[in-house]
């Protein structure tokens, strides 16, 4: 408790610059955490949480009838797919964009294409899928082009073969910018002196890049990368929400989009719907686990705890 008393004493107004966070955090984070019960209930707006019963199986009936529903199947692996797509190109991304920028030598240049890249990130998937559009839509750029050498138009945002890769490759492009920001203040803090020692030693760019630049941020990715795994079945809905129509709803649909469907767009299905929820934060916290375990394996610097 002296610690503690001691650590309030002289951080005082860090802590008290944190209130409003935490303030922010129990209202709108934590505390609405208490309506996840109407998961294990059958929740009737009249009666409120606490007046609904519970349900059948032990409280689980939701869950038990989400898993044994026809779309799970379907929901489940398109949630996967597009989250390992998203984590195989999209993570990457944004550290190899950094590496990049970190080689340029000119600082104009440089400060230049930074601005380019990360300005994407505050457009809204609105914006994303209307450029899409007017490159890949039927009368789009594209098929402009195919019509003008006389082949029939394609209907690449309405196939399902295309879908998965314009959904992956247009939200990198949206966030590697921003993404690469973190990655490229990291860099900036790398000993000189490791870079002029490896110059002596005749080492090319190639090498000093994969030896000094990706081996010093290499906390920093591990830490990045367990992050990300707490999102990573909370595939973006709004870019879902913009992007899917009737043709490639078969692979777009994902648990995110689902629980949205099924709880405001159906009747009283409040509670199968924060029945799903839960499950899919369930397994974003198995993997959160998992992936600090294995962080913790390969480097001893690596995992958050």
Do not use: C
């Amino acid at each position: 408790m002296q610690r503690v008393a001691k650590n309030l004493q002289r951080y005082w107004i860090y802590y008290a610059l944190f209130i409003p966070v935490a303030v922010y955090y129990i209202m709108f984070h934590y505390k609405p955490l208490v309506g996840v019960v109407i998961a294990f209930k059958d929740y009737a707006f009249g009666k409120g949480i606490w007046g609904s019963p519970w349900t059948s199986e032990y409280g689980f009936h939701h869950f038990i009838r989400f898993l044994t529903a026809g779309e799970f199947n379907r929901v489940f692996f398109n949630t996967v797919i597009l989250a390992a797509m998203r984590i195989a190109f999209g993570f990457p991304a944004p550290i190899i964009l950094a590496l990049m920028f970190n080689e340029v030598r000119s600082q104009k240049y440089k400060k230049f294409l930074q601005t380019v890249s990360y300005l994407p990130h505050f457009i809204s998937f609105v914006v994303v899928y209307a450029i899409l559009y007017n490159f890949f839509g039927y009368d789009g750029f594209f098929n402009a082009i195919r019509k003008l050498m006389g082949k029939e138009p394609l209907l690449f945002l309405g196939t399902v073969k295309y879908y998965r890769w314009f959904f992956t490759l247009s939200a990198m492009w949206k966030e590697m910018g921003w993404g690469a920001i973190i990655y490229l203040a990291a860099l900036s803090r790398v000993n000189v002196e490791l870079y002029e020692a490896a110059d002596l030693d005749g080492a090319s760019r190639l090498q000093k890049m994969f030896h000094i630049s990706l081996a010093e941020i290499r906390p920093l990715i591990s830490m990045q990368l367990i992050l990300t795994m707490g999102g990573l079945f909370s595939v973006s809905m709004d870019q879902t929400m913009v992007m899917t129509n009737d043709m490639v709803n078969s692979v777009a649909e994902v648990l995110s989009y689902y629980v949205y469907r099924v709880g405001l767009l159906s009747v009283n299905q409040f509670s199968y719907s924060t029945a799903v929820g839960l499950f899919n934060s369930m397994l974003s916290l198995i993997m959160v686990l998992m992936t600090n375990w294995v962080a913790k394996k390969l480097d001893e610097e690596g995992g958050l705890w």
